[in-house]
């Protein structure tokens, strides 16, 4: 339903090398690159954009889960989040109470946004 999605960054760079290591786990990879927007995702077509902060007040905090092929990726993308320093949330394992298959692992970026990578295919 979604076409992309973009949200706001104090740290433009910091931002842009968190999402770099822990996309690339999942398939994802800067495919546009504007200097002040960069947008990722699976080429030709990017659908998650990074830009600098430039409206409101304050934080609010967003939740954003990517899809990960399998629970490996899931796996890949923890590591790759702990190895940027992030923050850990949630190790990488089974939520039964959202269904038998959700394997899922969340960190913060470093605007603090809670990342998730989930996979909901079987092991």
């Known amino acids: 339903m979604l076409d992309h999605l973009t949200i706001q960054c104090v740290d433009l760079a910091a931002s842009a090398r968190f999402y770099d290591a822990v ?3 999942l398939g994802g990879t800067r495919v546009m ?5 960069i947008g990722f995702g699976v080429p030709p077509r990017p659908d998650f954009w ?9 934080f609010r905090e ?3 889960a990517f899809v990960a092929p399998n ?3 899931v ?14 949330l949630y190790e990488p394992r089974l ?3 959202y269904h038998a298959n959700y394997y ?13 990578a989930v996979s909901h295919a079987p092991a």
């Not at 993308?77 to 702990?82: E, G, H, K, R």
């Not at 899922?104 to 998730?116: H, I, K």
């Open 75 to 88: 796996d890949a993308f923890f590591a790759a989040a702990v190895a940027t320093g992030a923050q850990v």
């Open 50 to 58: 990074i830009g600098p902060h430039r409206t409101g007040d304050g």
């Open 33 to 37: 690159d504007f200097g002040e927007v």
């Open 95 to 97: 939520w039964p109470e």
């Open 104 to 116: 899922g692992a969340f960190v913060r970026d470093p605007d603090g946004n809670n990342v998730e």
């Open 62 to 64: 967003s939740h954003i």
């Open 71 to 73: 629970r490996a990726a």
């Open 23 to 25: 996309l690339a786990p």
